[in-house]
């Protein structure tokens, strides 16, 4: 909970409703905020199932904890769910009469917090972090579409907006909007926990995905794929870790296939448990629809595991093909077989496992993050 000197704060930190897929980011954005700001005031929104225990210690003592429950079937009760939990953040901003400036960390729509910021003469900055993905998966439901036009405006109505790169402005629709985004990412690595502790060399001959098993993510062309690459590399084994409303499809996919012996579907992955199981892959596939900078991109890379991705996103940004990794023109299940059969037979393939982890290493410590943020504060 904040203390008494939270309100001195010259400015803070809010999020949308945040599952557990957001937690971390979040955690990692305020850790780089504090760095600028130490009495950084902070309004974290979560689910009902997700615990905020990386906030709640002595580390983040200024945080005002909100509970968002979205779990009902209810289209009705979801709605007032959404919009209570803006009303909570509304009324929370009025307790920091100081901020001049308030961060709106991937805004779902916040419409009441933004509405209220502005008639309390606020700057706001809205942090685009992970993707437009929610557009894609939301957009059948009535509350994503809400969500969505609601979002469209904030963005009209803010005074600046962050993404993780150039590249994106076009891809997220964002050119008209293009005088006032600034380029930054939340993105740092801890090197000790993600690091080589496999040799490439010593690896089992095993490929995989790992994240969420959802249409956005491209992994049920990846699960398509794989008849024709297992029936050219028939040592071969699969790792698709994760899970989401695709998992079903997946298994069904697999077993028609008659491959289902050679893939191994362990469920979700915890995030202590990923640099063990990327330390045994020799090809991460990332065949992405949208993304903006993925975290397991970088955590394997700095594991030393060569990641086969779209070009999407800032993907582009950190992978150069042939060099620090491997870029695919898209992701049928033709492509994603003709591309991983290529990268398996590169004879570089462990020296770009080497680039990628380098660049990495010097290109995402937490100080180059904290860098970028303070140039942040310094063009507004």
């Known amino acids: ?22 937690i971390q980011p979040f955690i990692n954005l305020v850790s780089l905020l504090r760095q600028v700001c130490p009495n950084l005031a902070v309004i974290a929104v979560h689910d009902e199932h997700t615990s905020l225990n990386g906030l709640e210690n002595n580390d983040f003592p200024n945080v005002s904890e909100i509970i968002h429950h979205s779990e009902s079937t209810s289209t009705l009760s979801r709605i007032c769910s959404y919009f209570g939990s803006q009303v909570k953040i509304s009324i929370k901003l009025l307790e920091y009469p100081q901020n001049n400036l308030w961060i709106f960390y991937i805004d779902n729509g916040l419409i009441l917090p933004m ?9 706001i900055l809205i942090v685009l972090g992970g993707s437009q993905e929610r557009e894609v998966h939301l957009k059948g439901s009535r509350i994503g579409r809400v969500a969505n036009t609601l979002a469209k405006i904030n963005i009209r109505l803010c005074n600046n907006i962050v993404v993780y790169s150039p590249t994106l402005i ?11 985004i600034l380029i930054a990412h939340r993105h740092f690595l801890d090197f000790t926990t993600f690091t080589v502790t496999t040799p490439y060399h010593d690896r089992p001959n095993l490929i995989g995905y790992i994240g969420r098993l959802s249409a956005e993510k491209g992994v049920q062309h990846f699960a398509q794929a794989l008849p024709a690459i297992l029936s050219n590399h028939q040592d071969l084994h699969v ?6 409303q695709l998992k079903q499809e997946i298994e069904a996919s697999l077993q028609e296939g008659g491959i289902a012996a050679h893939v191994d579907l362990p469920g979700w992955i915890s995030h202590e448990e990923l640099p063990k199981y990327l330390n045994q892959l020799r090809l991460l ?6 993304e903006g900078l993925p975290n397991i991109m970088l955590e394997a890379m700095a594991c030393g595991t060569p990641v086969l991705a779209t070009p999407v996103g800032a993907i582009p940004d950190v992978i150069w093909d042939g060099e620090t990794g491997f870029i695919m023109e898209n992701n049928s299940p033709e492509c994603i077989a003709r591309n991983v059969m290529r990268v398996l037979s590169d004879p570089d393939l462990e020296g770009i ?3 990628g982890r380098a660049f990495v290493e010097r ?9 970028r943020w303070k140039g942040i504060f310094g063009e507004i």
Do not use: Q
């Open 1 to 22: 909970m904040r203390n008494s000197d939270t309100n001195t704060s010259p400015f803070g930190v809010l999020s949308c409703p945040m599952g557990g897929g957001n």
């Open 115 to 123: 509405i209220t910021a502005k008639l309390l003469r606020k700057n």
């Open 170 to 180: 076009s891809e997220w629709n964002l050119t008209p909007y293009r005088h006032k």
């Open 239 to 244: 790792l698709i870790g994760g899970d989401g």
């Open 285 to 290: 596939v990332l065949p992405s629809y949208t």
């Open 353 to 355: 496992a080497e680039r």
């Open 363 to 371: 290109e995402f410590t937490f100080e180059k993050a904290v860098e």
